[in-house]
């Protein structure tokens, strides 16, 4: 069994048991969260599409707050002398799905 769901504007297939990343929920570690945005459910060969949501809900639970890797970005200009130098990690949420109902 498993849904589509959308989290924070991303959609994400998964199954009871995965452990996923989303971008950053405020929520403590933890703490239970309910996702009632649910696009499709597959049960068994058997199939819920929704218009554009089905009702059903994805429960989850917050393992921790994490940082993904820094990516770095340069801007130069040639012959100009401009140079940019940035950092960033993007803050992510670790969560794991208990149940699809």
Do not use: C, W
């Amino acid at each position: 069994m498993y849904a589509i769901v959308e989290i924070k504007g991303q959609q994400f297939k998964v199954s009871e048991g995965q452990e996923i990343f989303v971008h950053r929920l405020e929520a403590a570690e933890g703490d239970k969260v309910t996702f009632d945005k649910v696009l499709l459910v597959a049960k068994e060969g058997n199939f819920q599409v929704g218009t554009p949501t089905v009702a059903a809900t994805v429960e989850t639970t917050v393992l921790e707050q994490v940082k993904g890797d820094k990516v770095i970005v340069f801007k130069k200009k040639r012959r100009k002398g401009y140079r940019r130098k940035n950092g960033h990690r993007q803050q992510f949420t670790k969560i794991k799905v208990d149940s699809i109902a």
